[in-house]
């Protein structure tokens, strides 16, 4: 009676909790595994791209920085969120650039808006690369590149 109704009670509280683990098999690990896979996708493009600088919003950019073991810097455009200082850190040299985003449109958008051209490349499902078509660009500065990302990500 009583123990039987316990263990099936602690059974299924197991059962639920267990679900949402990332069990081989489950929806939950293959959605893992397919970001996982979309990470090495985008730093190994960025390595054969020679790109050393990428820059986006904070959730696309900043985890290149640990992806890459810091091969490559990323700069994200709110400032506020650059926890390890990459910015001020790195040199105002020319760099090869891409800029990351989660949506092709939006990096076409983003990309016309601040004035430059290039190809897009789609890396995940939600993994986009722009890589501008003059690499490095034609910029007096790397602050200048920033700053016209910027102004095209925050304006209207």
């Not at 909790?17 to 397919?34: H, T």
Request: glycine letters at 10%; charged letters at 25%.
């Amino acid at each position: 009676g009583g123990a039987a109704i316990g263990a099936l009670a602690v059974g299924l509280l197991l059962v639920f909790n267990v679900s949402g683990y990332f069990l081989p098999g489950s929806a939950a690990r293959r959605r893992w595994e397919e970001g996982r896979d979309a990470d090495a996708r985008l730093v190994a493009f960025l390595d054969e791209q020679g790109i050393d600088v990428v820059c986006g919003d904070y959730w696309s950019s900043y985890p290149v920085n640990f992806l890459s073991k810091e091969k490559v810097r990323a700069v994200p455009f709110e400032r506020d969120v650059d926890f390890y200082g990459y910015e001020p850190a790195m040199p105002d040299i020319p760099h090869r650039w891409a800029v990351v985003g989660h949506s092709y449109e939006g990096l076409e958008r983003l990309a016309a808006r601040a004035g430059f051209s290039g190809a897009i490349a789609k890396l995940g499902e939600e993994q986009f690369a722009f890589v501008p078509e003059e690499n490095p660009p034609n910029t007096p500065t790397t602050n200048e590149l920033l700053r016209r990302f910027r102004d095209a990500f925050f304006s209207p």
